[in-house]
Structure formats: C-alpha cells, structure tokens
C-alpha cells in the first residue's frame, strides 16, 4: 500500500508537473492508496474556495482510510524524532515524523516531495516511492 503525502497532493491538484504526481497518476490506477486524519487535515485546510474543498473532500472519500495517530504511534513518533535529533536532524514539521511513523510501522510506502522525509528514509529505514 502506497500513503501519499500532503505535498504531493497538493501539486496534483494544481496541476504541478512532477516525477511525483506521475506516479500518482499511475498509482490511482494500479494501486492501492491509502489516507488518513494527518493527511486529510493538512491537504482539506489549504483550499480557498467552497467548490475546491467539496473536490478535495471527494478525492479523499474515495481513498482507503486510516487512523495515523493513536498513543502507541505517538511514543514511536517521539521515540524517532529524538533517533533523529542526535543524529544532527532537525525536522520542521512533527506532522511528518508521525506521518513516516505510520508508513515504517505498517511497511507502507510513502511517496513524498518533502526533504525532511529524506533523513527519516536514511536514518530509520522509511520506504519511499520512486
């Protein structure tokens, strides 16, 4: 199962060119997506207008859903952004630690046009889609 992240959704639906949204383009045909309250909340709070929220709501609708965040996630969340944190990496948005904390627990691939999930990818193993 492939989560996508915010920023590649956001691209997307402007209609931004990327290696990224190529492969969600293809992934929305070939594969299974997978969504969640994180992503939801990030993607549905950046559209203006009434008309383009009611789109953004249908294209999360009809994604597989997921709960991201629960206690457990949220000590695995703390416990990876510290692993981090000593190893000289600051991440900008704790939104993305628990983000790359899902997709690591359940083996999920993430497919992102995000820097900070570069370090989560080499220091704790997050699979990433190319």
């Known amino acids: 199962m492939i989560v996508v992240d915010t920023s590649v959704w ?8 990327t290696d990224q949204t190529e492969l969600l383009d293809r992934a929305l045909l070939q594969s299974r997506i997978i969504t969640g309250d ?18 953004g709501k249908q294209l999360m609708e009809a994604l597989e859903y997921h709960d991201f965040v629960g206690k457990e996630m949220a ?14 990496i600051t991440v ?14 359940h083996g999920y691939e993430l497919l992102h046009n995000d820097r900070d999930f570069d370090a989560m990818e080499k220091v704790l193993g997050l699979s990433v889609l190319r």
Not at 43 to 52: E, I, N, P, V
Not at 80 to 86: A, E
Not at 92 to 105: E, P, S
């Open 10 to 17: 956001i691209d997307y639906v402007n209609g931004i060119n």
């Open 38 to 55: 994180l992503i939801i909340t990030e993607f549905l709070q950046g559209f203006r207008s009434t008309k383009d929220l009611a789109k």
């Open 92 to 105: 900008r948005k704790t939104i993305d630690v628990l983000i790359a904390t899902f997709c690591i627990a």
């Open 75 to 88: 000590v695995r969340a703390a416990e990876h952004y510290r692993t981090l944190r000593k190893n000289g």
